[in-house]
């Protein structure tokens, strides 16, 4: 059986390092470390290998800058590292950073997430851009043990990844994509939104629910907050929503088409049929979404409907929204006939 040069010069590697530097220098070659969340390190061209190695250690992706430098200096490596950005997740031994940061092994994907797409529709972006681990990016997605591994209260990740441009290799294993997607929607989550929205009873899964149906409903940043007091007045009345998404969502294979059988079928999701939230989120909601869901606008409305246009009419009492409706409907209704 013939030892593979990889490993062959892993121990040759440990073995000179124990009998030159002695056991501390031999343990942190062989100790894997695992970041506490996902990385990206850009190094720039003509970087210092003493400020990459301080930046690796403060990051959290080596243990030691200085046993890294020696490391470095054993295999001739500090004069061979690539500029680019890479992106850490998984748990490497310091060998293998060197490895990458020489061979090149820099992000190769630029996928863009915009605000108000579900997990499947993150997939399908993932699969156009030549994602190779989109599926299972669904099943972890909607796994709950996997949703709690990474600290999310909630029976998946839906509504949890938030909608930004990522950067990372083709070939990144999903759950490490998937606790970086997690880790960008804790940094934009403030204190103050969730201090707020408890005030009101609410708690995160019901703020994010909430954002994510804000979300779906417009794209008019200056709505989200009206729209917000739409449903906090509905909840507190004890009315249903009558969110046309959230029945969207329980659809399975939704074909376009939005008919009244589908408002009367019960589904977790359907609001219409059951008072207060949806079973959960139904989209990934942006930070303006998440900001309105915990400060809804102080106006009375209890109604909206669509003006055409991306804007909405907002309505007090149902007397004046069927207006509104009527008065739209037929302006949509002159509009096709012209």
């Known amino acids: 059986m013939k030892i593979r040069p990889l490993l062959l010069?892993?121990?040759?590697?440990?073995?000179?390092?124990?009998l030159v530097f002695g056991m501390p220098l031999g343990l942190f070659v062989l100790r894997p470390v695992l970041p506490k969340q996902p990385k990206i390190i850009s190094i720039q061209q003509g970087q210092s290998f003493n400020q990459i190695a301080n930046k690796l250690e403060s990051e959290g992706i080596v243990s030691s800058a200085f046993n890294l430098k020696i490391l470095a200096m054993l295999r001739g490596d500090a004069r061979h590292i690539q500029a680019g950005d890479f992106n850490f997740a998984a748990a490497s031994r310091p060998g293998r950073v060197l490895d990458r940061l020489i061979k090149g092994d820099t992000?190769?994907?630029?996928?863009?997430?915009?605000?108000g797409l579900t997990v499947a529709q993150i997939a399908e972006r993932l699969a156009d851009a030549g994602y190779t681990?989109?599926?299972?990016?669904?099943?972890?997605?909607?796994?709950?043990?996997?949703?709690?591994k990474l600290g999310i209260d909630a029976p998946n990740l839906e509504g949890y990844l938030f909608p930004e441009t990522y950067r990372f290799g083709a070939n990144l294993p999903s759950r490490h994509l998937l606790r970086f997607m997690v880790d960008q929607f804790n940094?934009?989550?403030s204190n103050d939104w969730l201090e707020k929205a408890a005030a009101q009873g609410l708690n995160l899964q019901q703020v994010v629910t909430l954002a994510s149906i804000i979300q779906?409903?417009?794209?008019?940043?200056?709505?989200m907050p009206i729209i917000s007091a739409v449903f906090h007045n509905?909840?507190?009345?004890?009315?249903?929503?009558?969110?046309d998404p959230t029945v969207i969502y329980g659809i399975e294979n939704f074909n376009g088409n939005l008919t009244r059988r589908d408002l009367r079928t019960h589904t977790p999701?359907?609001?219409?049929?059951q008072r207060g939230l949806p079973a959960g989120p139904i989209a990934n909601p942006g930070a303006k979404a998440l900001r309105a869901a915990a400060n809804p606008a102080n106006v009375p409305y209890l109604y909206f409907v669509s003006r055409g246009n991306g804007s909405h009419e907002f309505s007090r009492s149902l007397q004046e929204h069927n207006n509104a409706v009527r008065r739209f409907q037929l302006r949509l209704a002159q509009a096709d006939t012209n």
């Open 107 to 115: 992000l190769r994907l630029r996928v863009t997430f915009p605000e």
């Open 216 to 223: 779906k409903e417009t794209a008019k940043l200056s709505e």
């Open 9 to 18: 010069c892993g121990v040759a590697v440990f073995v000179t390092a124990t």
């Open 187 to 189: 940094k934009h989550l």
């Open 269 to 273: 999701y359907n609001t219409y049929t």
């Open 234 to 243: 509905r909840l507190k009345r004890n009315m249903p929503l009558q969110a």
């Open 133 to 148: 681990d989109h599926k299972e990016f669904v099943r972890l997605a909607m796994d709950p043990a996997f949703a709690q």
